[in-house]
């Protein structure tokens, strides 16, 4: 499982990113707790693309991805991977 922690998306939080961060937070402790393999992922990894390392990929709250990150969810979802997007 990949969670993208996205500095792009919490800078829209207005006066709390942290709000943003949490959520990023909840869906790692999520993906540990029920014993899942899982890593953080940053905007910049999002943009070039996932390959194999994960078959999920959870995009909480993520209100605002560029055209690279659009083009790696389509190339990641044709691969035959899941999305999970909240928000």
Request: charged share 15%; aromatic share 8%.
């Given at each position: 499982i990949?969670?993208?922690r996205s500095d792009r998306n919490a800078s829209f939080a207005g006066e709390h990113p942290e709000y943003y961060y949490d959520l990023s937070a909840f869906?790692?402790?999520?993906?540990?707790?029920t014993g899942f393999e899982h890593r953080l992922i940053s905007d910049a990894e999002l943009a070039r693309g996932l390959g194999n390392s994960a078959?999920?990929?959870i995009l909480p709250w993520a209100t605002?991805?560029?055209?690279?990150?659009?083009?790696?969810?389509?190339?990641?979802?044709?691969?035959?991977?899941?999305?999970?997007?909240?928000?």
């Open positions: 990949a969670v993208l869906w790692s402790f999520l993906s540990q707790s078959s999920v990929l605002c991805l560029d055209q690279d990150q659009r083009q790696a969810i389509r190339e990641f979802l044709r691969a035959g991977n899941s999305v999970i997007a909240t928000g």
